[in-house]
């Protein structure tokens, strides 16, 4: 059984057990969290596909840990104009750990 879901903008494919990184959520380290927005869910037997979601599907996650990811370097620069920015971002993030497919 898997499922798509969509959270914060991005849309990841899960099954029970996976462990992935999303957006950073508003949820402390060990809440169960529940993501409602299911774009289709996958049982074995059939698809159901949703439009735009798919209704009473929800998928479980617990809250494993909030981090940031590596560092990325922003440069601009402008040709003949003595123009340099170097600017460096790190993305937050929350590990979830998909613990249950309902729908």
Do not use: C, W
């Not at 903008?9 to 993501?35: C, F, P, R, T």
């Not at 869910?41 to 209704?55: C, H, R």
């Not at 840990?65 to 003949?80: D, E, L, T």
């Amino acid at each position: 059984m898997y499922a798509i879901i969509e959270t914060g903008g991005k849309q990841y494919k899960v099954q029970e057990g996976d462990s992935i990184n999303v957006e950073l959520l508003n949820a402390e380290i060990g809440d169960v969290v529940e993501l409602d927005k299911v774009l289709l869910v996958s049982d074995g037997q059939g698809i159901k596909v949703g439009a735009p979601y798919v209704q009473e599907a929800k998928v479980q996650a617990k809250v494993q840990k909030h981090g940031k990811a590596r560092k990325i370097i922003v440069y601009k620069y402008k040709a003949k104009k003595n123009y340099r920015k170097k600017q460096g971002h790190r993305q937050p993030f929350t590990n979830i750990v998909i613990e249950k497919i309902v729908g």
